[in-house]
């Protein structure tokens, strides 16, 4: 493609993506294309081979990600990226990799649902499955941008997270998102820094693959290194072999959960808009916080103090960061494209002092700028 | 220039998503404005409904869905029923004369221009509708010059087909010049080209 070579370049959400995993050290990529995420597969496939890199279309999604596990415990970054149906075939292997601590990145852009549901429509309707998708407690990770410029630099970051915490992190787009282009400085993207995941540098027989260092993430030693440790789904002790004693699972597990909320710094992304004063704050992520930042500055104009608070990190979620955002405000409005998903989440952060308002679709249709300031303003929102 | 909507609609097949990307680029890169670029289609890989949206303006775009459009094109009579009623008064409306048989009417100009019709007799194929649309777009609106989508089209078009995509793009020019009238050819005054 010719206009790769500009700095000043039209860049889709999709191949933002595509291209920061390559920045960020992506060299293995395995995936099952499903629109609307499909451009990711086919940049990886043009970009990964000329890089030294593999890619792998698989026959489904749970051997997708599959093999970018085993790609990531040889020590390569891996990436795989899909839609609603896919990403509920990848759950059983989220969890794997959460438990088996396997640093990879997992895109999903999400289309209305459920099951195969609306092809190719937008929609932010697994918000809850990127935290709760897999069972059994476990930590997640899941990054949400509202431009391609923000998917690229959302990307690098989901790839230097999982690799300083050993975890999946999934980077949630919607389609408009994936699939708008806008014009984006390259220069701002060039050198952002990029992550490696630690490695043993004690002798292979002395290594505990599963001790925990000071952050409470064990190193990684890549297989075929000649560090000799097991891998399994099951509870495991520090060499990783299965254990049922309830003290190392209960150790292991709350390390598990408490490793990513502990690690705060840099993982709490979110932005703020005109909150200080305002009276009524809307909560919206996505392409729905776009819509929203027009909203406000729209009900501003018209002498309503209004704000935005936009979570980039979805998850873990940025509750106290709200609650500080929301402390001054008499009412909370949450915009967002499925039945209220966040919604609950954003009460029991702010408490019953007050009510959350919604203003929410789930149709395959964008939410506009008009029906967030018509819920601004207090009236009543008409989807068409 | 103000926020200026533009929706290309039809069907899939017809090339509109690429036709998008090439204008997003020849207004935003080659152009020199801010442009923001989104898609909708359905499942299907020919026929099903289909749109690209662009929205180009000289300030930052806050948000980049089409609401009120100021230019639609249609290449069906189906997209055609769905969206006129999403233009703005003044706007503009640009039907295939083969496709759209009961074009609209309204507070909006109307130009019924035989696109697929061109593509089947000047290039041999209806697949190049879609180059023929910016070349017909480029010269009714005035909204990028034609200089700036030859570079867009050699720039995105898969290697090897440049030159017919650029002759596709002429005779869209062409073709306009002969069906508007004059007094229709016009760069909005708000656009510097």
């Not at chain 1, 999709?14 to 920061?20: M, S, Y």
């Not at chain 1, 292991?252 to 704050?281: F, H, P, S």
């Not at chain 2, 706007?91 to 593509?119: C, E, Y």
Request: with cysteine; charged share 20%.
């Amino acid at each position: 493609m010719g206009a790769a070579t500009k700095t000043v370049q039209l860049l889709q959400g999709n191949a933002a993506c595509a291209r920061a995993a390559l920045a960020a050290g992506c060299r293995f990529y395995a995936g099952y294309p499903i629109s609307p995420s499909s451009e990711i597969a086919e940049v990886m496939a043009r970009l990964l081979p000329p890089a030294g890199g593999k890619f792998i279309q698989m026959e489904d999604e749970i051997a997708s990600l599959g093999a970018v596990i085993g790609a990531s415990l040889a020590g390569v970054k891996g990436m795989t990226a899909t839609s609603g149906p896919g990403f509920s075939l990848m759950q059983e292997h989220i969890g794997y990799a959460c438990y088996a601590e396997v640093p990879c990145v997992i895109v999903n852009v999400m289309r209305g649902g459920p099951s195969t549901g609306l092809p190719t429509l937008p929609a932010q309707g697994d918000v809850m499955q990127a935290r709760w998708g897999t069972h059994g407690d476990h930590p997640a990770i899941a990054l949400c941008p509202s431009t391609p410029a923000e998917v690229y630099e959302l990307t690098v970051l989901a790839f230097n997270l999982s690799e300083r915490l050993r975890t999946p992190v999934i980077l949630l787009m919607d389609e408009v998102v994936a699939h708008m282009y806008e014009k984006v400085d390259m220069r701002r993207l060039a050198n952002l820094p990029v992550e490696n995941r630690a490695r043993p540098t004690c002798e292979p027989g002395k290594h505990a693959a599963f001790t925990p260092g000071a952050d409470g993430v064990p190193v990684m030693a890549p297989f075929g290194d000649g560090y000799r440790y097991h891998v399994t789904g099951l509870a495991h002790d520090d060499r990783g072999y299965p254990t049922q004693d309830p003290k190392l699972v209960a150790a292991t597990n709350r390390r598990l959960q408490e490793k990513t909320v502990r690690n705060r710094e840099g993982l709490m992304r979110y932005e703020l808009l005109d909150t200080e004063d305002a009276e009524v704050i809307v909560f919206a992520y996505g392409i729905v916080a776009a819509a929203a930042r027009r909203a406000v500055r729209e009900a501003r104009k018209q002498g309503i103090r209004a704000g935005l608070f936009r979570p980039i990190t979805l998850w873990p979620f940025p509750g106290e960061e709200l609650a500080a955002a929301c402390a001054g405000a008499s009412r909370v409005i949450v915009a967002e494209m499925n039945l209220g998903q966040m919604s609950g989440e954003v009460q029991r952060v702010i408490g019953r002092s007050k009510d959350v308002e919604s203003c929410l679709k789930a149709d395959g249709e964008a939410i506009s700028p008009e029906e967030i300031l018509l819920a601004i303003e207090g009236k009543e929102v008409r989807h068409v | 220039m103000e926020r200026y909507e533009v929706r290309l609609s039809g069907e899939g097949g017809q090339g509109l998503v690429l036709a998008g990307a090439i204008l997003a680029e020849a207004a935003g890169i080659y152009g020199g404005k801010f442009v923001t670029y989104t898609q909708s289609y359905g499942p299907e890989s020919r026929g099903g409904g289909c749109r690209s949206d662009l929205i180009i303006s000289d300030t930052e775009i806050d948000y980049p869905i089409c609401a009120h459009l100021d230019l639609l094109l249609c290449l069906t009579q189906k997209s055609c029923d769905t969206f006129s009623s999403k233009l703005k008064p003044g706007g503009l409306l640009i039907a295939d004369s083969k496709r759209v048989t009961n074009p609209p009417s309204g507070p909006f100009r109307v130009h019924s221009v035989p696109i697929l019709q061109t593509a089947r007799q000047k290039m041999g194929r209806e697949v190049a509708a879609n180059m023929v649309c910016l070349g017909v777009i480029a010269k009714i609106s005035g909204l990028v010059t034609i200089e700036a989508l030859r570079q867009a089209v050699a720039a995105r078009v898969p290697k090897g087909t440049e030159a017919t995509n650029l002759r596709a793009l002429e005779a869209g020019y062409a073709l306009a010049l002969e069906v508007a009238p004059a007094d229709a050819l016009c760069v909005p005054a708000k656009i510097s080209a």
